[in-house]
């Protein structure tokens, strides 16, 4: 002899399927990490992440850029100095190398460092851009690869909101 079905139990089974079937189908169509960014190849990362909702006033900007690139850096609409580190203290630069221990005043703008590939920007008391003022902010990267000069270069733009 069979045993009847439960219509609840039947019910809460179908409902935990439908759950676990739902669960899969999110994380198989979830975004996230370069796919969300939609950096470009060149980009390896960038911060404030794209989007970004709850950035501080004093955060900086960085970007990381695969070997090979050189990049300048556009704050919302303020073209930003490029300061290589690997030109300062040349004999055209007038910027003095301090001795051992001693600190260096680095020039206003965005610094580039080629050994890592990073573009940075922090706002700060002497920089084009002192501090972030709450609302929305809008960073340029012009980035070429260095072989082929900046008459080839790209842009990628993204946008965060500071608090």
């Known amino acids: ?15 935990v399927a439908v759950g676990v079937v739902l669960v899969v189908i999110g994380f198989r169509s979830s975004v996230s990490g370069r796919e969300q960014q939609r950096l470009p190849d060149a ?6 992440i794209s989007g970004a909702t709850q950035v501080p006033q004093q955060t900086r900007v960085f ?10 850096m556009n704050i919302d609409g303020i073209d930003l100095a490029t300061i290589d580190l690997d030109e300062l203290g040349s004999p055209s630069n007038s ?7 001693e600190q260096i005043t680095l020039p206003a703008g965005a610094i580039f460092e080629p050994g890592n590939v990073t573009l940075t920007f ?5 920089q084009p851009i002192e501090v972030f003022a709450t609302g929305q902010h809008i960073a340029t990267i ?20 500071v608090v």
């Open 95 to 101: 910027v003095v190398l301090p001795q051992p221990g």
């Open 142 to 161: 012009t980035y070429w690869k260095t072989s082929e000069g900046r008459n080839r270069a790209t842009t990628y733009t993204w946008s965060f909101y």
């Open 122 to 126: 922090v706002p700060a008391k002497g």
């Open 1 to 15: 002899m069979r045993k009847r079905l439960d219509p609840k139990l039947l019910l809460a089974s179908f409902g």
């Open 63 to 72: 970007v990381d850029l695969l070997d090979g690139y050189q990049a300048e």
């Open 43 to 48: 980009i390896e990362s960038i911060e404030p």
